[in-house]
């Protein structure tokens, strides 16, 4: 039989998406399931710089410590069961599941040749927006933040994302329940996973 394998997933969207739900959700019922999430590795607020109209430039990839979170992944695919990050170990034949999720994981290159899956919920810009209205952040968004900086920002690293990006990404419509999107990916990665079983047997 062939030498046992890692699966790795990555969730992406813009903010207020549904990716962090998401990846809790198939946490929670995938085995061997373990979840970085980029959001863990913002730089502290006195290194994110400021555009011309004051607003915190958090929504960019400068903003992120990526260097830190690469090394997270490494030391994981080296040894995932002993990894720092929490997992729920079942069945030790099982294949340990990675899922990686953040707001620019698709245009940070590094991570290109890693994914066996990519998902990217996408919601309209009202609900987006209604959405970031009902969350509370540190620090507080500004007054015109979300359309002065959050908005464009999401939408000029979309169309670098379908530019640049060479794999299959599949589109997920957030506005779905938290049940209907989980069914869809779960289901979706059980067939990945069985088909690399059958890989690994025959192979």
Same mark, same amino acid.
């Given at each position: ?9 990555g969730? /992406?969207?813009?903010? &207020? ?9 198939? =946490? ?9 999430? =980029?959001?863990? %590795?913002?730089?502290?607020q ?8 004051? %607003?915190?430039?958090?929504d960019?990839? $400068?903003?992120?410590?990526m260097?830190k979170?690469?090394?997270?992944? /490494?030391?994981?695919?080296? &040894? ?35 994914? &066996?899956? /990519?998902?990217f ?8 927006k209604?959405?970031? /209205?009902? #969350?509370?952040? &540190? ?10 900086h959050?908005?464009p920002?999401?939408?000029?690293? #979309?169309?670098?994302? $379908? $530019?640049?990006?060479?794999? $299959?990404i ?10 209907d999107?989980?069914? =869809? ?8 996973l069985?088909? =690399? ?7």
């Open positions: 039989m062939g030498k046992r394998r890692h699966h790795r997933e969730i /992406s969207c813009v903010t &207020n998406g549904g990716k962090t739900t998401l990846a809790k959700n198939l =946490q929670k019922r995938l085995p061997n399931c373990s979840v970085i999430s =980029q959001d863990d %590795f913002f730089k502290p006195s290194e994110i710089e400021t555009d011309e109209n004051g %607003f915190l430039q958090y960019v990839l $400068e903003a992120l410590n260097e979170m690469m090394s997270a992944i /490494s030391c994981w695919m080296e &040894n995932p069961r002993h990894s720092v990050i929490s997992t729920d170990w079942g069945n030790a034949e099982e294949t340990p599941i990675l899922i990686i999720e953040g707001f620019l994981l698709f245009n940070y290159k590094p991570l290109a040749t890693i994914w &066996n899956r /990519s998902y919920l996408t919601i309209p810009y009202e609900e987006c209604r959405r970031r /209205s009902t #969350r509370v952040y &540190n620090p507080p968004d500004p007054p015109g933040y979300f359309d002065g959050v908005w920002m999401y939408l000029k690293h #979309r169309q670098e994302m $379908e $530019e640049n990006v060479t794999w $299959e599949v589109y997920l419509d957030g506005t779905k329940s938290e049940e999107l989980f069914s =869809q990916v779960y289901e979706d990665i059980m067939q990945e069985a088909k =690399q079983k059958c890989l690994q047997v025959t192979a």
